[in-house]
């Protein structure tokens, strides 16, 4: 059994389920965690069970693990009472962590301790992991005003951070699947640094899953920031996947 | 010291283009941390600071909030990636989010380990009980909870383990120590309560009592590689040391409230993390930059 753990919302995570359901693939929701039937000791991993869709099924019987939920929201669980479901995530959030990162199957995105679909970077982190990596960056300043001088400036409710917007035009977006690189399909050819770089980013992070954005500086493609999650409706990403799950297609 | 309570009068800067730097301002005064050598921090939940809920509740709809929650953002990124020594790098506390996925991590570092089932399955959780014939029920992630033993009053209300997985531990009896690991200092002290969870024998009117002891030369070591393989310069180890002389490792807290034990045993923990982080001071004074 193939494992894809997303949101119930997730629309391309469904349409990845039914194109891989040949493979015996399956989707697990956080639902799925508010059913009778898991059972998991960390003292030992490989035995146990998890419950799909009321369905009981033994942990030995799944050969494979790709996450598309990053993390679980209060809003992800409707059965659980509204002034519960914060706690109930954090739970489930927790448990999620420990129980992808035991599995002994292949696992294409390992979680970290804030994010199931692989590393948790700051955009700067980003950054400076790219410069490591080898690729040429575009450089970010992250000014936040204190809430008395928004006040006095007359300026309304915030968003999460001010970034200053330059001109970055976005001219590729790169993809990275179990360390392979795969271009965005209406690219232009990408020059084979980047590629290695992009790669070499991805490994040093530990990322299964990473898509990265560039912009077009006087001609030079920068590096403007990532994240550990790809476009699984795309069937050559949905191909690798399998691929790096040990299936062949 | 870089006050919470005045987060709404803080601004920051972060840039990052060849190297990282950043600026702090409060009321008016600018300090670049660029100087800054070595940081211990430890906040609060911006949306309890009574700042915040004073302006909100004044009419900012949200944006007192929000520019808290912006700032420590910031500052977030600079504890990350400052080149200072930072008490303690917020992606090396993280593992403490999930108590099992840190007691993973722990399984070398020489402590026993409690069995620990995980599950929402109310059979499991009775086979589990016959089988440690003493159990206890707590929360996965670092939500605070009190640490409870399984009774005959829970039976009836045990099927509601089905709506969220649930962690169970066998009880290990024996008497609680409480360890701060600052850099290679131990500092060990022994709590004694006869309550479930000593943090709130208060609450049922027999405050746990707490006394300093030395521990074995390999517990000592056990704890200083618990925390130097988490990455951390500070922390708050739980251990129990059960009859038969066999030391059980809980949890590794990454941000541990030391002044309690400190009040109560005279420990100088404070007076050691100050120390750490002054010897962690360049020689010829501060640096800057990546």
Redesign the interface.
Known sequence: MLLVLASRSDASAATLVRRWRGHGARLLTCED???????????VPDDG?L?LQEECVSLRSIRGVVSLLPSVAPSELP??VAEERE??A??????L???L??LRCRVINRP???CLTGPRL????W??EAVRAGLS?H?????????????AAGV???????RPCGDTRLAAVLSVVAGRCVPAPTDQPVDGEIVSGLCRLAAAVRAGLLTASFVDVDGKLLFAGAAPIVDVSRADIADIMLEALGVVS | MVDQRLALQTSAEVTFGERLSATITVDGQSVPLDDVTAVYWRTYDVRRLPAVLAADAEGANGAALGAAWGLEEALVVWLEMATACVVNRPSNMANNGSKPYQLDLLRACGFELPKTLITTDPDAVLRFWTDCASVIYKSISGTRSVVSRLGESHLQRLEHVAWCPTQFQQFVPGRDHRVHVVGDDVFACEVLSDADDYRYAGLRGEPARLREVRLPADIVAACVAAARSLGLHLAGIDLRRAPDGRWFCFEVNPSPGFTYYEANTGQPIADAIASFLVSTAPRGGASGGL
């Open positions: 965690l508010s059913r009778r039937g898991w059972v998991w000791n960390p003292d069970s419950v059965q659980i706690y109930v954090s739970e489930m959030m927790a448990f962590v420990a129980w990162s035991s970290t301790p804030l700051h955009h700067e982190q950054l400076r960056i450089p970010t300043s992250r000014r936040v005003l204190s809430f008395a001088q928004r006040s309304g409710p915030p968003s999460m951070t001010d």
